[in-house]
């Protein structure tokens, strides 16, 4: 297909997608003429999650070129490309020991691993939340972890077979569910609170 | 205690402390002199309050003016100041249905309250996962709702008991504990990809 014809399928105005393919998020198409390429279903594929990572998850160029490159790494197998891709979509400080998640992971008998950039990010957060006098307990990281763990085998168990589609989809459904959790967990707490309320 | 003090004990600098005053986010301590006034506890509290959504949670300060809004109004109980505080917390675009969020509450035989933001939230989050591919099924927000129910249930019970205060840990435990979910989310989908490798 051509340039104009990838832009509507992926619901992209023309501009915008000479603008990733010169900033090199998406490869560019086959060349026909001086004028004209040919643009192919995984153009269209990849210019939907470009699209998805930038309008709906706010992510800015530089984050989603890292995002691809990772997808991209034909060096590595889908595991680790999966967790460099997925470890792309935050920001979190690296450092070599991370105390708390090291913790907090050794009390779920989880494995630390300290390259994995998740790891990073629940250090981070597990800080955050003592530095404002909200620490988990581990209690409650049990308790967390547990139901965390039946939500994350489902997901597991209904990845969609395939082998860079594979990361893709992680990659959006780590970004996009993430906000339906917290959403939903917002809800519960209003149900709760009005049934306890006698409501 | 003196501004300078109460600066000290939140870890905060005098000039944001001043800052925060002519804002009106830190209400004005009691006037000793021209030139001086005293400070309170409840100052305290409120500055970590401010520095936490802030410094941690990244929250602009007219944000950070609704939650505290919504926490000090008086008029309300604490049911309807939790859910403004909560829902002052994340944008989401209103509107006066939320055909989405309905569908998936009914579903799920909970309370369908449209002024309520989180619904406005769910709705976004459930739309936007929709528009890249990666819908949430009915199976799937069945499961979800399923735990995370079971951990909102622990974050009632474990509320710290108060009135003003109880409203101020809500605000923080869902800003902070959902970074710690979603990290824990990734650690798990790490570890069980791991396993099915048979590493």
Redesign the interface.
Do not use: K
């Given at each position: 297909m051509r340039l104009s014809q990838l832009a509507a399928s992926a619901s992209v105005s023309i501009p915008t997608v000479k603008y990733y393919l010169r900033e090199g998020l998406l490869p560019p198409g086959v060349r026909k003429s001086a004028t004209d390429a040919e643009y192919s279903e995984e153009h269209v594929r990849r210019l939907?999650?470009i699209?998805?990572l930038r309008e709906?998850v706010g992510m800015p160029v530089e984050k989603i070129a890292q995002v691809l490159a990772a997808i991209d790494d034909t060096e590595a197998d889908s595991?680790a490309r999966?967790?460099r891709a997925?470890g792309a979509l935050s920001d979190a400080p690296t450092a070599d020991d991370y105390p708390r998640a090291r913790a907090a992971?050794e009390a779920l008998n989880?494995?630390y691993d300290p390259a994995?950039p998740?790891?990073a990010?629940?250090d981070?957060?597990?800080q955050?939340?003592e530095?404002?006098?909200?620490a988990?307990t581990p209690t409650?990281l049990k308790?967390?972890?547990r139901?965390?763990?039946?939500?994350?085998?489902?997901?597991?168990q209904?990845l969609p077979a395939g082998s860079l589609d594979d990361v893709e989809?992680?990659v959006?459904?780590?970004a996009?569910?993430?906000?339906?959790?917290?959403?939903?967990?917002?809800?519960?707490?209003?149900?709760?609170?009005?049934e306890?309320?006698g409501?």
């Open positions: 939907r999650l699209r998805a709906v595991y999966l967790g997925i992971l989880m494995v994995f998740a790891v990010q629940l981070a957060a597990l955050a939340a530095s404002v006098g909200v988990v409650r308790l967390y972890a139901h965390v763990r039946a939500m994350a085998a489902f997901d597991i209904h989809y992680a959006l459904g780590t996009l569910h993430e906000p339906v959790l917290a959403a939903l967990r917002r809800l519960e707490h209003q149900d709760l609170l009005a306890s309320r409501g």
